[in-house]
Structure formats: structure tokens, C-alpha cells
């Protein structure tokens, strides 16, 4: 479900580290409204902000006074992140003053708040700066860092704002049911890669973009996350493991390797299923070819059938299923034979095409389990990955 997301930015120089993470909330398809103080906007521009978020900036106490705007935003927020939270703006949040927008936002608000200060060592040691630290706490209000690194000039300590990743992964967990605390999640994803020669090979268009957004939906869920990734096209996620592969028998060697430690494992790599029978050690040379030629290929190891051949009692195993012919009913009942072969207990099927499927973009799939109901979810493939997630359980 997007959120409501409030990013407060107060006037720290850490201000240009959290355009990352109003990019971040809204690549995950959350509603982002930003309030920069009047010194945020001596560091980052409100052209910056409204580009990155998509939405106007509001910046005056007495713009938007029609709407009630002052306690409006506060009151629709389902989040709040204040990035950096400087020494000045975290004694007027512990202060509950309302002279600016942030100010009245905040006193207004119920929902979560997520501050990652970012200060000088000297001054995030201050005993006035720990003591509204402390009374924040006492209130619930939740803090994310400050890490230790190098700070602005030359100086180096505590004091750096999280990573933009951090603290967005932060956020979310606090408003995310821990559903998958103290579980092991074994994820595969992207496309393998089976070479003809040294430059080139079988491979497929999968951006791995699934597979990424079931490990940060995993994580956000407390699990312990390991990805095996070949060939991603997205960013990688923080705070997981990930093991690099590149062709379907190294992704059997890696996932086999890690099955006996994990509880959960979803198989949404798209794994060529032919490769060369021999691999041509030199370039295969054009000249040397004739016209029409055709390599020798053979299968690829399956290795869904063969983690489902040594699955352990309690361990989950799902399969992937990308389709892009065939009526609804054919391709379901098409995934119920391959949910049987693959001794899975799950099978997610999506249909992918070149419009659909790939990438960044809205999806739909149906998980198919024994039981002859199937569920839908439509969305983008963060949200699609959540709902995916939170109907393990059931199973
Ligand atoms: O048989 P099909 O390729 O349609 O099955 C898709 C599922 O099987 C996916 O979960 C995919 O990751 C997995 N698979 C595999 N090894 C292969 C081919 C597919 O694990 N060689």
C-alpha cells in the first residue's frame, strides 16, 4: 500500500544525502511530501524537491491556510522521517515549538516518527542535545544513527547521518508487522548468463527487479535475507547477503549451499534453461562459420526440481513461473503441473511480455499453492513482493 510520507529536512549540510531518500520512498511508490526549513533551503533548492518528490514543496506557515494546512499534512501523514535532524531541530520538536510548517506538522501528526540526526561529534555529545534525544525516545519517537564517519571539513567521528538506504529500510520496518523475525529468507534473482565462447552467451531480459524487491520485503519483515543475484540490472538492496553468479550451474552450486540454513526459499531467478554443450574456448570467428549454423545446446540443471528434491520438513519452497502466451485458466493450470514437478509449495505466476513483466513497472501474479484457490495481486512489484510475503504465513 504507498504510504503517506512526510520528509521534514532541517538546514544541515547532510540536507543533499536526503533528496536520496525522498528518491528512495518514491521509488517504492510511496506519496512524498517534503518540508524543508528555511535554513534546509540554504543547502537544497525547492526545484530539487519538487523534482525528486513529484509533489509541491510547501515552505509557509501561511500558504495554504484555506486548507488548514498546518495540521492538514500532519494529520494525513502515515510516516514522518525529519533527515537530517539537526541539534537546533531536534530542541524544537523536544520544545514542541510551531513556529514554521515542520513545527506545527509534527505536534499535529500521531504517526511514526523517524529522526536521523546528523551534527558534530562535540555537539551529538552536548548533554542539552542527549537530553532531548532522551526525552524524544521517552515519547516513542524513534532514532536511526547517527553513524560514525567522516563529518564535514576534516573532522571525523559520531555524528554522519545513516545512509539514505538505512534510513528509509528504518522507517518502513517501524510501521511493518516483524512477520518474518528470526527467519531465514534464500532468494534468487536476474537472469543467468550460459556462454557460447568468451564474449558471448544465452541470457534473457530479466532485470531482476522481483527478486530485489522480495529481498527488501523481506528484510523490512525482520527475515535474514541472502540473495543470490545474477546479473541484476537494479540497485542491490542493504542489510542483506548476496552471493554473485553468473550462469545456471553456479546459481544450483550457491542455492544448494545455503538451502540447509533457510526456512524460506523463492526461486525468482529466470534461469536459462539451455547452454552450449561445448564451450568454445576461442571467439567463434564469423569467417569460420557457415551461413546458417546452429550451436548444440542442452539443458540446464533445474534447480527449483532439484532444491524441492532435497527440501527439509518446515522449509518453504517457491517457485516462479513467467508466461507470455495462453488464457488465464491454461497458464494456471500449467503452473499446477509445475507446482507438482518441482515438489514446490508455491508458485508464483506472472505474465510477462515486451510491455509487461520487465523492469520497474506494475505487475500482476497469482499464487498457486495445493489448494485449489488462487490469490491475485496487482501493483508494483514492492507492493506485489509485500503481499506475496505476508500470505506465506497461511502456507
Ligand atoms: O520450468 P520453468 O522454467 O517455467 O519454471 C520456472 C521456475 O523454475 C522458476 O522458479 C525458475 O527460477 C526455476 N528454474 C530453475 N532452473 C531452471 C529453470 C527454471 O530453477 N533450469
Not at 542455492?255 to 574456448?281: C, E, F, G, N, Y
Not at 513467467?322 to 505466476?349: F, H
Not at 485449489?372 to 503481499?387: C, I
Request: aromatic share 4%; net charge negative.
Amino acid at each position: 500500500m504507498p504510504l503517506r510520507v512526510i520528509v521534514g529536512v532541517a538546514g544541515g549540510i547532510a540536507a543533499y544525502k536526503a533528496v536520496s531518500v525522498v528518491r528512495e520512498f518514491v521509488r517504492r511508490g510511496h506519496h512524498v511530501t517534503v518540508i524543508p526549513t528555511g535554513s534546509a533551503l540554504k543547502f537544497v533548492g525547492l526545484p530539487t524537491w519538487e523534482a525528486i518528490s513529484r509533489n509541491p514543496v510547501p515552505t509557509d506557515l501561511f500558504e495554504g491556510v484555506a486548507e488548514v494546512r498546518h495540521v492538514a499534512l500532519g494529520q494525513q501523514a502515515n510516516l514522518i522521517v525529519v533527515c537530517p535532524a539537526t541539534a537546533h531541530t531536534l530542541a524544537s520538536i523536544a520544545g514542541g515549538f510551531a513556529g514554521d510548517l515542520l513545527g506545527t506538522t509534527l505536534l499535529a501528526a500521531t504517526a511514526p516518527l523517524v529522526l536521523a540526526p546528523a551534527m558534530h561529534t562535540e555537539m551529538w555529545e552536548n548533554p542539552a542535545v542527549q537530553a532531548n534525544v532522551e526525552t524524544l525516545r521517552q515519547r516513542g519517537v524513534l532514532f536511526v544513527g547517527p553513524d560514525s564517519g567522516p563529518l564535514t571539513g576534516d573532522d571525523s567521528g559520531v555524528g554522519r547521518m545513516s545512509e539514505p538506504e538505512t534510513i528509509v529500510n528504518f522507517a518502513l520496518s517501524s510501521l511493518t508487522p516483524q512477520s518474518l523475525e528470526g527467519k531465514r529468507v534464500l532468494i534468487s534473482a536476474g537472469g543467468t548468463r550460459e556462454p557460447l565462447d568468451p564474449v558471448r552467451y544465452l541470457g534473457n531480459r530479466s532485470s531482476g527487479a522481483m527478486g530485489v524487491a522480495l529481498a527488501e520485503a523481506a528484510r523490512l519483515r525482520g527475515a535474514h535475507v541472502t540473495l543470490v543475484h545474477s546479473h541484476v540490472e537494479v540497485p542491490l538492496p542493504h542489510g542483506v547477503d548476496t552471493v554473485a553468479v553468473s550462469t545456471a550451474q553456479d546459481m544450483l552450486a550457491a542455492m544448494a549451499a545455503a538451502q540447509p540454513t533457510h526456512d524460506i526459499i523463492l526461486m525468482a531467478a529466470a534461469v536459462a534453461d539451455w547452454r552450449a554443450r561445448t564451450l568454445s574456448p576461442q571467439k567463434l570467428r564469423k569467417a569460420d562459420q557457415p551461413e546458417y549454423w546452429t550451436p548444440e545446446l542442452e539443458r540446464t540443471p533445474d534447480i527449483l526440481a532439484q532444491l524441492g528434491e532435497t527440501k527439509t520438513t518446515g522449509q518453504l519452497l517457491v517457485g516462479f513461473a513467467a508466461e507470455t502466451d495462453g488464457d488465464a485458466s491454461q497458464r494456471e493450470s500449467n503452473a499446477r503441473m509445475k507446482l507438482k514437478a518441482k515438489k514446490s509449495d508455491a508458485l508464483v505466476l506472472n505474465l510477462v511480455g515486451d510491455q509487461v513483466g520487465f523492469g520497474e513497472v506494475e505487475t500482476a501474479v497469482t499464487l498457486i499453492t495445493a489448494s485449489p484457490q488462487s490469490l491475485t495481486f496487482e501493483g508494483t512489484k514492492s507492493s506485489v513482493a509485500g503481499r506475496l510475503l505476508d500470505a506465506l504465513p497461511e502456507l
